[in-house]
């Protein structure tokens, strides 16, 4: 659906509310009734019309729910009344899209009455349609997942999402069911995330735990003496998956949900043994960190794997920093060093090849002035020279063909969207490398078919590779913000400045250019070029005075002055200020999401086999499963200073 067709049905919704509110004041009707809890009106329309109960109002309500949704005692006697006279209402729900689906059960949740949750599920009368009541789903607009009523759509999800255990007991004493799930396949556990209820999600757990386990000891007491099958294991609740492929945990991630993933992750730990202030704790490492054992094209996103891909430094959490640290020390710090050592040896061969091919005879003036080459090499040393050139040539030209397959097939595992939608250390690397192939190979294609302007790709190509030098420099933390400060501010504050500075640049240019009357397009550039001149301070004002029209020329000049050269370059620069102050604010944890960024991408790029081996092992594995084994000091997880973190 269009965004356009998304505000059209809003309109729509808030007509059939004001509509719905106009009816409760029309006289004589049902609705009038309802709203005063006129209990003899109400009497008297359903001897005039006993289908009257069954009629419908503005948004798909029937009178039943008006009478739970002003919710007085008044109200609800009569509800009583006329469901034991009518228990066929009980399940009437509300059919317009704005709240589809909805009953009495829902609402008397959310008005928080148990005491009404409990009749409508105990009374014998109401049995027939006690299932018929659990299962309805509120799906309407109201009830989607991103508004403030989002409660899972279920009525026991409406009483979790509320915060209301006492009625899910009741719920859940009647049958609802702990495992039921949304449109989005969200179950109650995503809703509580997405809700932010770490205790009604702790309740939850464990009373779903404890389900789990009496059905196990039925099933076995069940089974007692006969032929045991192999029966398919239940996912536990908590690793299950909703459509957009996460379970509550990376939910949790995904929704910046700092408290909630703080929470989760602690009631996960297990503790190993404790001594004095001290205790050794192991974190389940499934959900948390890359699933290298999950050849899936689409395995579900790690907590680690949606940090980066969202860009958000405040989940850097301490078991994060812990796990970043051990790849690191593992097998990052070694990957990374060699494939520095081998691209500053890339880069300063292509540097000595470049020279090599610039260098040739140079000319001087003789006594008589007349030019006289003088050779710089003999003819041995140029033989040698043009060798050591077509080596380095051939070097360059492999190093850059590798390259070129490597981030090919990182964007075939990756895909295209994802490759170029990296960020951060990432981004960087991706385009700086896939730039530089590209003039690499636009070169030798010049030169091959000795065509012009190869020197002026050479030149970018320069440019790109040694500023390929960034990424190396970004995951360590003495040199990490500096880069990051310059990234930040070239793409969001010079990038602001330059669009707004255009727009005065060109304005200004034209009407300099129509005020001296300059002649055509080479004029217009030297009017432009002026303008940039006097952004930098640097105008003649004499030039400007003798104009044809000398007035007006030097007030523009003083316009364009204060405007440009006071005013928006010290914006910039206060601009600047405030990033710097952002960056160095949260300077610690923008290296450490660097960090985990480069170690992922490392990561990406080795083999399964690559991974286990031992000297690669940043876990340990405990039946079967992998966890990340950390030192805890008074619940706090131990950490080196930062002062002794080591940037080698």
Known sequence: MTSAGNKSDTGSNNFEVEDQTELMYTEDTIWTAVFSADKNAIEASIQKDPDVIYTRGAVGECPIHMLFLCGSDAHLEIARDLILRFPEITTQTYHKPIYYGENVLHIAIVKRNAEMVEWLLGTEELKPYRQELLTARATGDFFKIGQPSYYAESPLGFACGTNQWDIAEILLKYGADMNVVDSNRNNILHMLVICNLPEIYAKFKSRWLEKKLSIGIYDAFKNKGKKSKAVKQQTNLWNRLNNDNLTPLTLAADLSRTHMLSWLLNERKIVQWSYGDVSCVLHPLDQL?????????????????????????????????????????????????????????????????????????????????????????????????ISLCAVGRLIVISGALLKAGREIREMTTLGLRNYLNSTGSIFLENCLASSFCVCILIVQVLRLFDMQNDAVILAFASLLGWGYMFFFIMPFRFTGPFVIMIYKMLFNDVLRFCMIYTIFLAGFSQSFFILFNENGFRGYMVTIKQCF???????????????????????????????????????????????????????????????????????????????????????????GERYLQVEQVNNILFEAKDDAVEDD
Do not use: C
């Open 289 to 385: 960190d890359v699933d290298f054992q999950d050849d899936t094209a689409h395995q579900p996103l790690s907590v680690l794997d949606v940090i980066i891909k969202n860009n958000d430094t405040e989940l850097v959490h301490p078991i994060i920093t812990s796990l970043i640290d051990k790849k690191w020390k593992h097998f990052v710090h070694r990957v990374l060093v060699r494939r520095f050592a081998i691209t500053f040896t890339y880069l300063m061969i292509f540097l000595v090849t470049t020279i090599l091919e610039q260098t040739r005879p140079e000319k001087s003036e003789d006594d008589d002035g007349n030019d006289e080459k003088v050779e710089i090499l003999d003819e041995h040393s140029d033989l040698i020279r």
């Open 533 to 623: 001149l006097g952004l930098l301070g640097d105008f003649d004002l004499d030039y400007y005075i003798e104009g044809t029209h000398p007035f007006i020329s030097v007030s523009f000049l003083i316009f364009y002055v204060v405007v440009v050269t006071i005013l928006l370059l010290n914006l910039l620069i206060a601009m600047m200020g405030d990033t710097y102050a952002d960056v160095k604010k949260s300077a610690k944890k923008l290296w450490h999401l660097e960090r985990a960024r480069i170690a992922v991408d490392v990561e990406h790029g080795m083999s399964t086999a690559e991974r286990k081996i031992k000297a690669h092992k940043y876990w340990v594995d405990v039946q």
